[in-house]
């Protein structure tokens, strides 16, 4: 009986010690060298994004630096409030060459009881030579546009050709641009010669 009591324990201890034999504890695995350095970011040639943003850029608008002392005109735009609610594009078109200068004029506002009006803007162009004047609205240039023509009052305008001025170096002339009606070179005809109606306006006195 003794010797059962002595050998129960031992075997157990023995067979304890053979199922944990060989057992070792699990972690996370330690970075090599190799893996930190496969994990760094690619190199890249320092004129990639020079050589890669490069693209050609390309204006229906020549510029509008020109030599030469230019002609100053003052354009007023009317939409039918008694300025221009509106921000829109100003365009003076030479109607021979077709060389186009433009401004842009931002939508203004007076009082509250008033609709926003901008005030009419300077604008210099290559002088001497003969341009028609027109205003393309920034936010639908397609459908809203005006024309400077004969027709002074909004509500009285019937589509009338386009008035020619001409410019001298050194003077300044005034333009209302007013008909919703007139037909206007389009936009991918700037910077080519006018072939839209257009009559060229009886002494063109600064």
Request: hydrophobic share 40%; charged share 15%.
């Amino acid at each position: 009986m003794k010797k059962i009591i002595v050998i129960v324990p031992l075997m157990g201890f023995l067979a304890f010690a053979a199922c944990t034999q060989g057992t070792e504890p699990t972690g996370l695995p330690i970075p090599t060298p190799l893996a930190a350095e496969e994990t760094k970011p690619p190199t890249f040639d320092p004129n990639h994004f020079l050589t890669a943003t490069l693209v050609p850029f390309y204006t229906q608008v020549p510029s509008p630096t020109f030599v030469g002392e230019p002609a100053t005109v003052n354009i007023a735009l009317n939409m039918g409030s008694g300025g221009a609610g509106f921000s829109a594009n100003l365009y003076a078109q030479e109607v021979y060459t077709g060389r186009t200068v433009g401004i842009f004029m931002s939508a203004g506002m007076h009082t509250a009881p008033l609709l926003p009006t901008s005030p009419p803007l300077d604008m210099a162009v290559p002088a001497p030579g003969t341009y028609v004047f027109y205003a393309r609205l920034s936010n639908d240039p397609m459908d809203y546009h005006y024309g400077y023509t004969e027709c002074s009052v909004p509500t009285d305008c019937v589509g009338s050709p386009l008035l020619a001025l001409d410019v001298l170096p050194g003077k300044h002339y005034t333009v209302l641009i007013v008909d919703r009606k007139a037909l206007l070179p389009g936009i991918d005809e700037r910077g080519l010669p006018v072939t839209v109606p257009w009559v060229k306006l009886v002494e063109s006195t600064p």
